[in-house]
């Protein structure tokens, strides 16, 4: 005989509904589609983490154990005297025994100096492509099909054909080794943010301003004081593309700021592994610097990272 207790169902009043009872979760069929996705998936996540993985488990290494445990997955012996290395904390005796060159890069000023030029480019640029973004979306003006596809033609030039003519004007307005001619060429915008800002803006309910131009508000003020404030998200995203692009640029802050005191982070570290015998590069300092000049950017993409997403469904952009 079975001593179980059956628990009866709360007694329910009468007029009132039953509650339902909670759906099962129902099991997807097997599909192959899904596997390959997902094997997919996986393979590009591997790709992707693998060089940064790699280049942590470099920096973590003693330079004695590089090439004797470079097929380890882990360091045997972790220590984080490369940093130190790279951050300046030690003499060029102390970088020497530690199996460094005897290089030394200022870091910290070239961090700083990266921290302010993609600052720049990435407010003015995102500020100025919502200008230019809202205009071709909301104003009526002559030709503005026609001017906005030739900006979108400008999408297919790729950027070092712009190169020698930027750096020419650059020359001869005298700002070579300069933070202005560092952002003088990214400071306005580009053909892809601009056409981002107008994707978002023709989402925009066309009701909302005409209520603001029906109170006697301009142009002018129905942009800086509604249509900005409701583009958050798409500002948030542009500047961030914006700030990642400008901080791994190499090639123009190369160019224009070969002195030290506007050197980029980037810039630094090829001048640092210059500075390394061709016979025996400093990898670990090499790898301890690059592990550095990324965590800025990760944080963004962490803090931020979702904006990016959400304002790329809302825009339509795949």
Do not use: H
């Not at 996986?42 to 790709?47: G, P």
């Not at 301003?209 to 249509?227: H, S």
């Amino acid at each position: 005989m079975s001593l179980t207790t059956q628990v009866s169902p709360a007694p329910v009043a009468v007029g009132e509904e039953r509650p339902a009872p909670p759906r099962r979760r129902e099991r997807r069929p097997f599909s192959i589609g899904r596997v390959l996705g997902w094997v997919v998936l996986i393979v590009s996540l591997v790709l992707t983490l693998f060089p940064f993985y790699w280049m942590l488990k470099t920096a973590l290494t003693p330079a004695a154990d590089v090439i004797r445990n470079s097929s380890a997955f882990f360091p045997d012996n972790p220590t984080i005297i490369n940093f130190a290395r790279v951050l300046g904390f030690l003499s060029p005796d102390e970088d020497r025994a530690a199996g460094g060159s005897g290089a030394s890069i200022n870091f910290l000023l070239y961090l700083w100096n990266s921290v302010v030029y993609c600052g720049l480019i990435g407010f003015f640029q995102t500020l100025f492509c919502a200008m230019g973004g809202y205009a071709f979306a909301r104003l009526k003006f002559p030709a503005r099909n026609a001017l906005f596809s030739v900006l979108i033609a400008a999408l297919m030039v790729p950027g070092i054909f712009t190169l020698l003519p930027n750096f020419v004007l650059v020359r001869d307005l005298g700002l070579l080794d300069n933070l202005l001619g560092m952002v003088a060429p990214s400071l306005l915008m580009t053909p892809f943010a601009i056409f981002f800002m107008r994707q978002f803006f023709l989402n925009i309910p066309v009701d909302v301003e005409e209520a603001a131009l029906l109170d006697g508000a301009g142009k002018a003020r129905v942009f800086w004081r509604i249509a900005l404030p409701m583009s958050k998200g798409p500002l948030i995203t542009i500047g961030l593309i914006t700030v990642v692009w400008a901080w791994k640029d190499f090639l123009w802050p190369l160019l224009i700021g070969r002195d030290e005191s506007v050197r980029t982070v980037t810039v630094g570290l090829g001048v640092y592994l210059q500075q390394s015998p061709n016979t025996q590069p400093d990898w670990t300092g090499l790898m301890a610097g690059s592990t550095l000049s990324v965590i800025p950017v990760l944080i963004l993409l962490v803090f931020l990272g979702r904006r990016i997403v959400e304002s790329l469904n809302f825009t339509g952009i795949k």
